[in-house]
């Protein structure tokens, strides 16, 4: 084994710069070979994927759970496009990952060589920064320039392109000895100047009634800690977007879930809704004020007056003219709690007790609205679902979910236990199929601690190959099936769009307990309510993979806003 400061070959010096930034597994399928061979002889783990687009999310899994960048390799031609969907919900979602993609031989490079493409272009859309790296002696700078391109302000992924030639030459030593570790994130931890968090300070001091909506850069901060000390010193109700659930313990009396789109009939949203209409201050943190996590921007009065926090200057202004507070979101809410200290509370006690009982009485009122839906009827409902797996969750419980309904549940219905709880969605575009794949990198991160994955049956038959890397792997993770023999959100969106839908909405019955026990899975097919604690209480003990295929009710849907007139003349 060749020592960092001999010589060695590019695919040598990029495996011992990975692990200097504290890399200790790559997603990839063995190739780039040369980058592989180099990062396993020195104890960096690859996790082999099946299929070429799982691997980067995967890696996105692993970096949101972690703290640390995910990195994920691809060989040219269909491997490298593959990477694209994966990394434009790293963008979206603001999710670290280094993706390095094997390119062409430099000699090779434009003779319609075999898998050649213009990969510089293929990754400018869904990436923060892509580079070519050509010579070799600058291969350390290019692989720090990634890794800082990645966790610096508003993290996201990067792509380092590397022809197969220059991964087999000698590199000499380079001049400038580089020490620095910068695999984890956030990076740098900036905040606004003292002059704006005084003005903010201010504003929710005196507020008649302020309100906090709370997205994903919390947890992306790790500054859920610091929001949970603002609530409570400032007595401010907190809801959360989507992406941001968690953020908050929902038990606390100042929290109030999370809105977003669901406020159908039988939601949270229904009644909490009224918090942020009424609000003459909001305070927004970490949230890219999205169309799903603002109900298509009109819950918030535009007499408002609108703070912003986020990391992207560029977010701030983006929907709703804000004051600006550009920076960290765990070190400027800690600016903001010492500024609020030197201010007048008075105000924010005085309200807090009827705050307090007001939202007590929305979850109350929610309680009861969904109660005739954790009866024992078959087809099951998703919510006595969601019922029997709340009461086994911990705090330490990481809750992921695919796009499309099985978030909607998982947000609408599940309740935080904890400030900084992680529930892992792939809101950032919503890709079907993506909730395994998300949870096997989430439970890589933290393999002590469990994790639970919701899948639609049409979402699963994107990733299902990946139960055999589960099993290969050993990482023991409980699926949740909820098979309801339709693709349920296209049905009932068409439904209210145009009064039919589609034929390729309805599939042929799929035994997906035997998919998994074919790849060496336990598995169990539940028609029995009753029989859904037990078998959830097995699968979180985390002794082994679990696959519960529940048969669920093709007529639920989660209380979204675009079903609320048909919910009510229901």
């Not at 434009?110 to 070799?136: P, Y």
């Not at 109700?237 to 039988?266: C, F, Q, W, Y």
């Amino acid at each position: 084994m060749t020592r960092p400061n001999e010589m060695q070959t590019v695919a040598e010096r990029i495996a011992h710069s990975l692990k200097r930034h504290d890399v200790s597994m790559i997603f990839a399928q063995s190739l780039p070979s040369a980058i592989i061979l180099a990062a396993e002889a020195i104890g960096i783990r690859q996790i082999a994927y099946r299929q070429e687009n799982m691997g980067g999310t995967m890696a996105d899994g692993y970096a949101r759970r972690s703290g640390k960048v995910g990195v994920v390799a691809a060989q040219n031609g269909p491997a490298a496009t593959l990477l694209v969907p994966p990394l434009a919900e790293a963008l979206k979602a603001s999710v670290p990952i280094v993706a390095l993609v094997q390119d062409v031989e430099r000699d090779q490079a434009d003779r319609n060589a075999f898998q050649e493409l213009d990969q510089l272009a293929l990754f400018q859309s869904c990436t923060k920064w892509v580079r070519k790296v050509i010579v070799s002696e600058r291969i350390d700078d290019y692989v720090d320039a990634a890794f800082t391109a990645s966790v610096s302000g508003r993290p996201g992924p990067v792509a380092l392109l590397l022809p197969a030639d220059l991964l087999r030459e000698k590199a000499a030593v380079p001049p400038l000895h580089r020490a620095a570790s910068l695999g984890r994130w956030p990076l740098d931890r900036t905040r606004p100047a003292d002059s704006e968090i005084g003005r903010a300070a201010a504003l929710i001091a005196t507020a008649r009634a302020p309100v906090v909506i709370a997205g994903g850069g919390v947890h992306a901060s790790d500054a859920a800690q610091a929001l949970a000390k603002l609530q409570e010193e400032a007595n401010l109700p907190i809801l959360t977007t989507n992406m941001g659930k968690g953020a908050v313990d929902e038990h606390h009396p100042l929290s109030a879930g999370v809105l977003g789109a669901l406020v159908g009939p039988r939601s949270l949203g229904r009644h909490t809704l009224p918090l942020v209409q009424e609000a003459d201050v909001v305070l927004l943190v970490g949230t890219r004020t999205n169309q799903n996590g603002t109900d298509s921007w009109r819950q918030i009065d535009p007499a408002s007056t609108v703070i912003h926090i986020d990391v992207d200057p560029c977010e701030i202004g983006r929907t709703y003219e804000a004051v600006r507070l550009a920076g960290d979101a765990a070190e400027t809410i800690d600016a903001l709690r010492a500024a609020l200290g030197m201010c007048d509370l008075s105000k924010r006690h005085a309200a807090r007790a009827e705050l307090v009982g007001r939202i007590a009485n929305c979850w109350s009122m929610f309680d009861a609205d969904r109660q005739a839906s954790h009866s024992s009827g078959t087809p099951i409902r998703p919510e006595r679902i969601m019922r029997e797996l709340q009461s086994q969750l911990t705090s330490n419980t990481t809750v992921v979910a695919d796009a499309s309904y099985s978030s909607m549940w998982v947000a609408g219905q599940l309740r935080s236990l904890s400030a900084g709880m992680r529930f892992l969605t792939p809101r950032g575009l919503a890709g079907l199929g993506w909730g395994l794949p998300l949870a096997l990198g989430a439970k890589l991160a933290e393999p002590d601690k469990p994790v639970v994955v919701l899948v639609g049956d049409g979402g699963f038959a994107h990733s299902w190959a990946e139960i055999e890397t589960m099993v290969r792997s050993n990482i023991p993770v409980l699926i949740i099936v909820l098979n309801n023999g339709i693709l349920g959100f296209q049905r009932d969106a068409e439904m209210v769009k145009f009064g039919r839908f589609t034929s390729a909405c309805h599939f042929v019955d799929v035994d997906h307990s035997q998919v998994a026990t074919a790849c060496g899975c336990p598995a169990v097919r539940v028609k029995d309510p009753e029989a859904l604690a037990q078998h959830i209480r097995t699968g979180l003990s985390g002794k082994a993979p679990l696959l519960i295929e529940v048969l669920t009710d093709p007529e639920a849907h989660p209380p979204l806003s675009l079903f609320a007139a048909m919910d009510e003349a229901a």
